[in-house]
Nanobody, 119 residues
Framework: QVKLVESGGGLVQPGGSLRLSCAAS????????MGWYRQVPGKSRELVAS???????YYADSVKGRFTIAEDTAKNTVDLQMSDLKTENTAVYYC?????????????WGQGTKVTVSS
């Protein structure tokens, strides 16, 4: 069973920085990509950043130059460093793992961590 646990969310002022962390656990799976999504009430969950194996990371246009995704395969963690935060970045952020398991591709999710950007 794959388990993802996010941490690091909280309250930060506009222009500030915050680092989110995701700790992953599980055995006998082939990970294809790790990523971070976010969701606000009334909207669907959207991709913020993704690390597809050894390929270049992907970032949503709205966070390019401000957010950085960092995966540590040895520690089984993936972090999201967020800087120059804006009020519109307020959301619940979710860690995602896309992996092949039992011959099928699956998406696994953490419980989410709340980020509030406000003065």
């Amino acid at each position: 069973q794959v388990k993802l646990v996010e941490s690091g969310g909280g309250l930060v002022q506009p222009g500030g920085s915050l680092r989110l962390s995701c700790a992953a656990s599980g055995n006998m799976r082939n990970i294809k990509a790790m990523g971070w999504y976010r969701q606000v009430p009334g909207k669907s969950r959207e991709l913020v950043a993704s690390q597809p194996g050894s390929a270049r990371p992907y970032y949503a246009d709205s966070v390019k130059g401000r957010f950085t995704i960092a995966e540590d395969t040895a520690k089984n963690t993936v972090d999201l460093q967020m800087s120059d935060l804006k009020t519109e970045n307020t959301a619940v952020y979710y860690c995602n793992e896309r992996a092949t398991d039992c011959g099928d591709e699956h998406d696994y999710w953490g419980q989410g961590t709340k980020v509030t950007v406000s003065s």
